[in-house]
């Protein structure tokens, strides 16, 4: 099995499904955790020297964020509960710790990286979580930027992305690992798919102009893939409709990415 992919096991006595620190990664910056937590049960995190944003993917919870009480966080029961709700988050600067207190089974993914700057802690309600579309036909697919380049943040991008099953998805394939800014920015990114029905699978590639990298992964529910580096499409199978968070972050907090040239021609 690549490294680059990391299976969902299911929750672990505590709760947590994926942990995936910088080291372990072999990257700079992005961190993400992904915890299942039945009702009643708590999540207690100190505050340190990064920033995160608490994405409640399913589920509400009772959230706390050193001396802010953010009341009921959350709405939805899963990303596939109706027409594509839009999420509740909360982004916690750096030296920002948090509680959590589950209200009724909830998935919460934790995002993470370096922090920095002056930031208060904030609840993002779902009205505050732009929705768009991109693509045309089969490359169709639906955005909720949840923590975009224009929000308040040191680091951290945030966006979820519906994908109708036999659609692809981060396509024409684009990369983002080159500081070159105005025309790209690095950064480095993981996705946590979510598929329904749950049997089904996608396919992610992962692969550079000279193929030194290049991995095609089945994807199945719950599993977390990391991008660090390489141009990196995505396809929903037939009959599946898929869910992806991507957590994005590094040197500078801008999504700039340079088109595969062979497939460029794509865009029109």
Not at 165 to 194: N, V
Request: net charge negative.
């Amino acid at each position: 099995m690549s490294e680059l992919l990391r299976r969902n096991r299911g929750p672990d006595d505590r709760g947590l499904v994926h942990r995936l620190t910088p080291e372990e990664a072999g990257w700079s910056y992005v961190g993400f955790e992904l915890w299942r937590l039945a009702p009643g049960r708590g999540l207690e995190v100190a505050g340190d020297g990064r920033e995160r944003c608490l994405v409640l993917i399913g589920g509400r919870a009772r959230v706390r964020g050193d001396g802010t009480d953010f009341g009921t966080v959350g709405a939805r029961r899963s990303p596939f509960d109706g027409d594509r709700p839009r999420p509740h988050a909360v982004y916690l600067p750096a030296g920002c710790g948090f509680a959590l207190e589950a209200l009724e089974e909830v998935e919460l993914a934790v995002a993470s990286a370096p922090g920095g700057g002056d930031f208060r802690p904030r609840h993002i309600r779902p009205e505050e979580v732009v929705a768009s579309v991109r693509g045309v036909g089969t490359n169709t697919r639906y955005i909720h930027d949840i923590l975009p380049e224009t929000a308040p943040a040191h680091a951290l991008l945030v966006v979820e992305v519906f994908t109708p099953g036999g659609h692809w998805s981060s396509y024409p394939p684009h990369k983002h690992d080159r500081d070159a800014p105005p025309a790209e920015s690095r950064l480095e990114e993981t996705y946590y798919h979510r598929i329904h029905p749950p049997r089904g699978f996608a396919f992610q590639r992962i692969y550079t102009d000279a193929r030194d990298l290049d991995v095609t992964l089945t994807v199945e529910d719950g599993d977390l893939v990391l991008v660090p580096r390489g141009y990196h499409p995505v396809a929903a199978a037939h009959g599946y409709d898929l869910y992806y968070l991507n957590v994005m972050a590094g040197p500078r907090r801008i999504w700039r990415f340079t088109t595969d040239p062979a497939h460029a021609w794509l865009l029109g």
